[in-house]
């Protein structure tokens, strides 16, 4: 059975981790194996890797080392994980990858979408997913939720001016990449899963 693997994408407090789990519950109904992971994150190094970037304390850091880190914990987790699961035939379920970097790096941080692009090309090897679900909500609303759950991590505390360029630039990205789909998440739970079902039964 063929692998397959579904990256879900969107701003900061989209509900990217309500919707893997649904994305999952609702393959093993049908008797796949799923695996789950997260950016940045996902294996031991990776997740050493996002301590060091999600600090609060780490104000000074660079943004090119930013942009570096990101693809080096994205390396080890296509390497170590990614790649064997799929080629097991298991369903992978990713929230963010190459995507956020373009948008939160690339154009977030003013490096450039292309010049982010080249280092992650390097890390994941030609490794595409399947297929991108793009969750589409306003960055005010998506942030207020977020924050009010844990406080915010180092990136989730920048400000508004900072998320309102990755959200807009989650949407050029949108036109770009024909494997993401755009989904409105400012529904209920049950209203967005609907949409999904309907996009991944196309797999």
């Known amino acids: 059975m063929k692998g397959i693997f579904i990256?879900?994408?969107?701003?900061d407090g989209s509900g990217k981790s309500t919707m893997a789990k649904k994305i999952g519950?609702?393959?093993r109904g049908k008797g796949r194996?799923?695996?789950f992971t997260r950016e940045p994150g996902g294996t031991k190094i990776s997740e050493k890797v996002r301590e060091l970037i999600l600090d609060n304390n780490n104000t000074e850091m660079d943004?090119?080392?930013?942009?570096?880190?990101?693809?080096?914990?994205?390396?080890?987790?296509?390497?170590?994980?990614?790649?064997?699961?799929?080629n097991e035939g298991k369903i992978v379920i990713s929230e963010r990858y190459v995507y956020s970097s373009l948008v939160y790096q690339g154009l977030g941080r003013g490096l450039?979408?292309?010049e982010v692009k080249k280092i992650n090309d390097f890390a994941i090897a030609g490794l595409?997913?399947?297929?991108?679900?793009?969750?589409?909500?306003?960055?005010?609303?998506?942030?207020?939720?977020?924050?009010?759950?844990d406080g915010g991590d180092r990136l989730e505390n920048e400000g508004i001016s900072f998320h309102r360029e990755v959200y807009e630039g989650y949407k050029k990205l949108g036109e770009i990449f024909p494997e993401?789909?755009?989904?409105?998440?400012?529904?209920?739970?049950?209203?967005?899963?609907?949409?999904?079902?309907?996009?991944?039964n196309l797999l």
């Open 7 to 11: 990256v879900l994408e969107g701003p």
């Open 25 to 27: 519950d609702y393959y």
């Open 33 to 35: 194996e799923i695996e």
């Open 63 to 86: 943004y090119r080392t930013e942009a570096l880190l990101y693809a080096a914990a994205r390396a080890q987790l296509v390497s170590e994980k990614i790649r064997p699961w799929l």
């Open 112 to 114: 450039g979408v292309e």
């Open 128 to 149: 595409k997913p399947d297929m991108v679900l793009l969750l589409d909500v306003n960055p005010e609303k998506g942030l207020k939720r977020k924050l009010n759950i």
């Open 180 to 200: 993401i789909r755009t989904i409105n998440a400012e529904r209920t739970i049950d209203e967005i899963f609907i949409d999904i079902k309907e996009i991944i």
